[in-house]
């Protein structure tokens, strides 16, 4: 069935439909003013436009924009308002890019470990250090030191493996053992000079081993930067 434009219903035909001195009925008595046959798009168009939470209206709209290229956003939207965050999560997963949007919803709507779950199923799919840093942001949040840990190291060790070596370095200096962010850029220099840049790691790392008052380290890495030039 076509359904007239719901911008056009919910900004036009709403404050429209009734006679001033009834306009301040409530939404549900408002939309029972419409003609059927314009009433169902437009309790489509309040929860699209975020007037309602009916989860009624957000099982129409849903139905509704399933076939349509609206985006993950909206769909996910719908389920919330429907109750289902599973539904969501499921949607958000059919886009890589979603994991770390469906944790959220997982982590709000559900809990700490089906947010963790969200990564690990992830994981299987794609074994991104991002998941890795994810699951240990979860894990230090419920308390679990250790697998917090472990799991920051892996992310670590995964973008030196995805040559993120910014990623890495930021990291180990947030969550890692500081002294281990000169291995870092010593690792890089060894390893990216093929991008040209592997004056550029020995540089950075003398500049961090000054931050850390050794001296005997900073001169002999900048030393090597010099070499490299």
């Known amino acids: 069935m076509d359904r007239p434009n719901w911008r056009s219903l919910v900004g036009k035909l709403?404050?429209?439909?009734?006679?001033?001195?009834?306009?301040?009925l409530n939404l549900e008595e408002l939309l029972g003013q419409l003609p059927s046959e314009v009433r169902e798009a437009a309790e489509i168009g309040v929860v699209r436009a975020d007037i309602s939470s009916n989860p009624e209206y957000a099982r129409k709209a849903g139905t509704f924009y399933a076939d349509k290229k609206c985006g993950s956003d909206l769909l996910v939207k719908f389920e919330l308002i429907k109750g289902d965050p599973e539904a969501a999560i499921?949607?958000?997963?059919?886009?890589?890019?979603?994991?770390?949007?469906?944790?959220?919803v997982a982590k709000e709507h559900i809990g700490l470990d089906r947010a963790i779950m969200v990564y690990l199923e992830a994981i299987e799919k794609e074994d991104a250090p991002r998941h890795h840093e994810g699951i240990a942001r979860l894990y230090e949040e419920k308390g679990d030191n250790d697998r917090a840990n472990k799991f920051y190291r892996s992310a670590i060790d995964g973008y030196l493996r995805d040559r993120q070596i910014d990623r890495a370095v930021n990291l180990?200096?947030?969550?890692?053992?500081?002294?281990?962010?000169?291995?870092?850029?010593?690792?890089?220099?060894?390893?990216?000079?093929?991008?040209?840049?592997?004056?550029?790691?020995?540089?950075?790392?003398?500049?961090?081993?000054?931050?850390?008052?050794?001296?005997?380290?900073?001169?002999?890495?900048?030393?090597?930067?010099?070499?490299?030039?």
């Open 90 to 104: 499921t949607l958000l997963g059919n886009y890589s890019y979603s994991v770390k949007q469906a944790a959220k």
């Open 172 to 229: 180990e200096k947030e969550k890692g053992e500081v002294r281990n962010v000169i291995g870092l850029y010593l690792w890089a220099a060894q390893n990216m000079d093929e991008a040209g840049n592997k004056a550029a790691y020995f540089w950075q790392g003398a500049k961090f081993a000054e931050e850390l008052d050794d001296s005997l380290i900073a001169n002999e890495l900048y030393e090597n930067a010099l070499d490299e030039k």
């Open 14 to 24: 709403l404050p429209s439909v009734l006679p001033v001195e009834e306009k301040q």
